[in-house]
């Protein structure tokens, strides 16, 4: 699979403070490819920094490593990474599939990222990324 602006995808970013590894925050941000939606949603502290962006990096392999994924035909990939100013860790988490829609393994993402919401507000996600 290759660059992961090219589909649509689940991303969960976990946030760490980098010196004691406590935890601040979560981000989930679901990009439907076909509309060029963002659904960008914050939970706990996560504190919002600046980031070296991938294609300043210029790595030459991939940082995303494949992991073990419990959801039927769904990719895993995980990368980890600093902010610029050093205070935070992200542990970057993404989910995509060429066969299933971002709607129908949501939940089974949600869950496998023990992100707890309830019925309606995973109902409100799926109504916006759909419009």
Not at 31 to 38: P, R
Not at 78 to 94: A, D, F, G, T
Request: proline fraction near 2%; glycine fraction near 2%.
């Amino acid at each position: 699979m290759s660059s992961n602006r090219r589909r649509s995808h689940i991303h969960f970013v976990k946030q760490y403070k980098s010196e004691t590894l406590e935890y601040t925050g979560t981000r989930i941000v679901i990009f439907i490819k076909e509309k060029g939606i963002k659904y960008i949603k914050d939970f706990d502290n996560f504190c919002i920094h600046r980031y070296h962006r991938p294609k300043a990096k210029r790595h030459s392999i991939s940082m995303w490593k494949m992991m073990p994924c419990e959801i039927d035909e769904v990719v895993k990939k995980v990368m980890i990474n600093e902010s610029i100013c050093q205070k935070y860790k992200m542990i970057h988490i993404l989910y995509e599939s060429t066969v299933r829609t971002i709607e129908d393994f949501l939940e089974e993402a949600l869950i496998e990222e023990d992100v707890i919401l309830s019925k309606e507000e995973v109902e409100k996600i799926k109504e916006k990324i759909k419009k």
